[in-house]
Nanobody
Framework: QVHLMESGGGSVQAGGSLRLSCTVS????????MTWFRQVPGKAREGVSC???????YYAESVEGRFTISRDNAKHTLELQMTNLKPEDTAIYYC?????????????????????WGQGTQVTVSS
């Protein structure tokens, strides 16, 4: 059974930092592209950052230079270091896994590629 579990969310003031973690079990982690998404109620889920199985990293323009993604294939973990947080970063953050066979099936943030999702963790940034 595949299981993705996020942790590390919370409430911070603008300019602060948080570190999100995602622990994965039940799949061959090194064969998967791992991505952080976020969603605000009433809006579409959007890609934040992706660390592919082959080592390529992508960031949404809105977080470039502020967020850093990392993964540990030995520990089956994905992390997102978020700095200089802004109120517009407030959202539920999800980690998701896409099998490498879908690598060429659309962009890194294409939702249909991701068959496995965590339950999400809330990040709230106050001004």
């Amino acid at each position: 059974q595949v299981h993705l579990m996020e942790s590390g969310g919370g409430s911070v003031q603008a300019g602060g930092s948080l570190r999100l973690s995602c622990t994965v079990s039940g799949l061959l982690f090194e064969y998967y592209d791992m991505t952080w998404f976020r969603q605000v109620p009433g809006k579409a889920r959007e890609g934040v950052s992706c660390f592919t199985h082959s080592g390529t990293i992508y960031y949404a323009e809105s977080v470039e230079g502020r967020f850093t993604i990392s993964r540990d294939n030995a520990k089956h973990t994905l992390e997102l270091q978020m700095t200089n947080l802004k109120p517009e970063d407030t959202a539920i953050y999800y980690c998701a896994a896409a099998n490498k066979v879908y690598e060429t099936s659309g962009s890194w943030s294409s939702l249909p590629k991701y068959h496995y999702w965590g339950q999400g963790t809330q990040v709230t940034v106050s001004s």
